[in-house]
Every structure is written in C-alpha cells, then in structure tokens.
C-alpha cells in the first residue's frame, strides 16, 4: 500500500470542494432560470466586461471552447446574448449580454451573493483565512 492519502490531497480537496460547491449553487440557479453551470459561467464572464471572446471566457472560466461555444449558442437563442463575428478572422466570435441578459444577470446576482454568504458563514471565523488563501491560489500562475 502507497503511503498517499487521496482524502488528505490538496489538490484532490479542492476539487471535491470546488465541485461540491458549484453543484449546490447549480441547483438553485438551473431550478429558477433553467441554466447550465457552463451557460452560468458564460453569463457572469460577460457580465464584467461589454464584449469578450470565446477564447477569454474559456481561459478565464477553465472551460473548453466547445462547451464555452455551446452555451454561448444555447444563451443565444434564449435571447441573453449575442455573438458577433471578428470582421478580418471569422473564427473569432465575440460574445455580449443583450438587455435580457444583462436584466437576467441583474436578477441572479443576489441569489449569487447570498449563497456565497451561505457558504462563508459554514467556516465561521475562519471564512476570512480561507478567502486570503484562495486569492493567494487564484492569483498564482503555479510557478
């Protein structure tokens, strides 16, 4: 037997966290508006800028571009967003909330806050440690 605890891994917890935690917040925004995380990440990338690409929201949302491309689609026909076509290299599309999804994202955007607030309050007094940390891990480009 290997002297390796999988359960004691880093790496390993942080994704059983992370996953963990996007699905109990999936659940809430795929019951009252009938999105995908993908869709969700989508829509809260564009939310913070007027118009990103393909490429930007999946390096920035850890997504592939097929998914990012297909929830973009999706999204599209639900009239929250628009693609648009780079004009010199029609590979590139650039993405961008219509009204209806900036009314929707304004919609969702307490429902994000509160179960964020649902999941601070779980670590108590240590919420603070833990934000600094994963800062510190969001802001490392692993060198």
Do not use: C
């Not at 997504?63 to 599209?76: F, G, I």
């Not at 961008?96 to 307490?110: N, S």
């Not at 179960?115 to 940390?133: I, W």
């Amino acid at each position: 037997m290997l002297d390796f605890d999988l359960s004691q891994f880093l790496p390993y917890q942080l994704a059983v966290v992370s996953e963990r935690v996007s699905r109990e917040f999936a659940a809430i925004y795929r019951a009252r508006y009938g999105i995908s995380r993908a869709e969700w990440r989508v829509l809260a990338h564009l939310s913070q800028a007027k118009a990103v690409s393909v490429r930007d929201i999946s390096e920035q949302a850890e997504l592939d571009k097929p998914k990012v491309s297909r929830a973009a689609t999706r999204l599209e026909k639900a009239g929250y967003v628009t693609k648009k076509a780079n004009e010199t290299d029609k590979r590139l599309v650039s993405l961008a909330l219509t009204d209806k999804g900036v009314a929707l994202m304004e919609d969702m955007a307490p429902l994000a806050r509160a179960y964020e607030a649902k999941v601070l309050d779980r670590l108590g007094t240590d919420a603070p440690t833990f934000l600094a940390a994963v800062q510190k891990l969001t802001q490392d480009n692993g060198a």
